[in-house]
């Protein structure tokens, strides 16, 4: 079946602009998360989504970032007033979860770039 | 509270030589623990996992790992390197609370 998908793949933004990146998640999976991955460095966990809801919230790096999951599917995660410090590759994983973390599948990321 | 150290940001092995690229993590509770091989320009990708079953396991293309608790470890080995190798690997912790700490990353060189 199809992975994980993102949107857009690539975006360009002006400071201060707000931007909203998707993930569609494979179809049954009830785990989402969202990392962050700066240039040359590791992965930051963001935001981890259970269902609809979200335990740990933790990682959001300020009140400029939220995410929703809507149906237990599609997640948006959104951006407000961005900084040039937001310039990411935004990962989103889906996976199964059965009581135990289990493997997370990866999309390709959002590149975004904030002029 | 849960972290995660690898230990070489940088390991170069010659082709055909062993592969040795080392995690240690700390955890409050029972982990699973995970590694993942992102090539250039490529998604990430689960190369093998713990879950509290067998404490050696076995992954894709020649890796593994062992679960050593007593050490907090869980180094990744291969026995003969080979040219595709060549990535960056991560090390990584989740709890049954589902947040995930990534290591910051073993960049594996192989030289021909």
């Known amino acids: 079946g199809a992975g994980v998908s993102q949107s857009p793949s690539n975006k360009v933004t002006e400071k201060g602009k707000d931007v909203e990146l998707r993930c569609d998640p494979i179809?049954?999976?009830?785990?989402l998360y969202w990392y962050r991955q700066s240039l040359g460095q590791g992965l930051e966990f963001l935001i981890y989504f259970q269902g609809n809801s979200a335990p740990d919230k933790s990682g959001l790096p300020s009140d400029r970032f939220s995410a929703e999951r809507t149906g237990g599917s599609v997640s948006t995660l959104t951006i407000q007033r961005t900084q040039q410090e937001d310039s990411a590759v935004y990962l989103c994983?889906?996976?199964?979860?059965?009581?135990?973390?289990?493997?997370?599948?990866f999309g390709p990321g959002t590149r975004l770039t904030v002029l | 509270a849960q972290s995660v150290t690898q230990l070489d940001s940088h390991v170069s092995v010659s082709e055909g030589t062993p592969v040795l690229l080392r995690c240690n993590y700390s955890s409050s509770y029972s982990p699973s623990l995970f590694w993942y091989v992102q090539h250039p320009n490529k998604g990430l990708q689960l190369l093998l996992k713990?879950?509290?079953?067998?404490?050696l396991v076995k992954g894709i293309n020649g890796f593994e790992a062992e679960f050593k608790k007593s050490e907090t470890s869980f180094h990744l080995t291969k026995p003969s390197a080979h040219m595709s190798d060549a990535a960056e690997y991560f090390c990584?912790?989740?709890?049954?609370?589902?947040?995930?700490?990534f290591g910051d990353g073993t960049t594996l060189t192989v030289k021909p």
């Open positions: 994983a889906s996976s199964f979860y059965t009581g135990k973390p289990d493997t997370q599948y």
């Open positions: 990584v912790v989740n709890t049954n609370a589902g947040k995930s700490t």
């Open positions: 713990y879950t509290s079953a067998a404490t």
């Open positions: 179809s049954g999976h009830t785990a």
